[in-house]
Nanobody, 120 residues
Framework: QVQLVESGGGLVQPGGSLRLSCAAS????????MGWYHQAPGKQRELVAT???????NYADSVKGRFTISRDNAKNTVYLQMTSLKPEDTAVYYC??????????????WGQGTQVTVSS
């Protein structure tokens, strides 16, 4: 099994910054795509940003120019640097990862979520 553990959420004022981290562990052979999603109260989970193993990135229009996704392949860790935060960024942020386990089984895993609240 593959587990994802997120950290870095919290309360921040509008215009502030936060950095989220998510580390994958377990019976991993290789991690391919990694990404961040968020879910606000009463809304569906939405894509924030994704990154491939080679470093190609994709962002939701709402975060382009403000958020940066990156990863450390040696540590199986993905990061989300969030700047110029807005109240509408308030949500639970989930990381995801897909790849191959040591057993050659394909996996797609989710973290438990970390709360980000943007408020004055």
């Amino acid at each position: 099994q593959v587990q994802l553990v997120e950290s870095g959420g919290g309360l921040v004022q509008p215009g502030g910054s936060l950095r989220l981290s998510c580390a994958a562990s377990g019976s991993i052979l290789t991690v391919n795509g990694m990404g961040w999603y968020h879910q606000a109260p009463g809304k569906q989970r939405e894509l924030v940003a994704t990154i491939t193993r080679s470093g190609s990135t994709n962002y939701a229009d709402s975060v382009k120019g403000r958020f940066t996704i990156s990863r450390d392949n040696a540590k199986n860790t993905v990061y989300l640097q969030m700047t110029s935060l807005k109240p509408e960024d308030t949500a639970v942020y989930y990381c995801s990862a897909d790849g191959i386990e040591i057993t050659m089984k394909v996996f797609r895993s989710w973290g438990q979520g970390t709360q980000v609240t943007v408020s004055s």
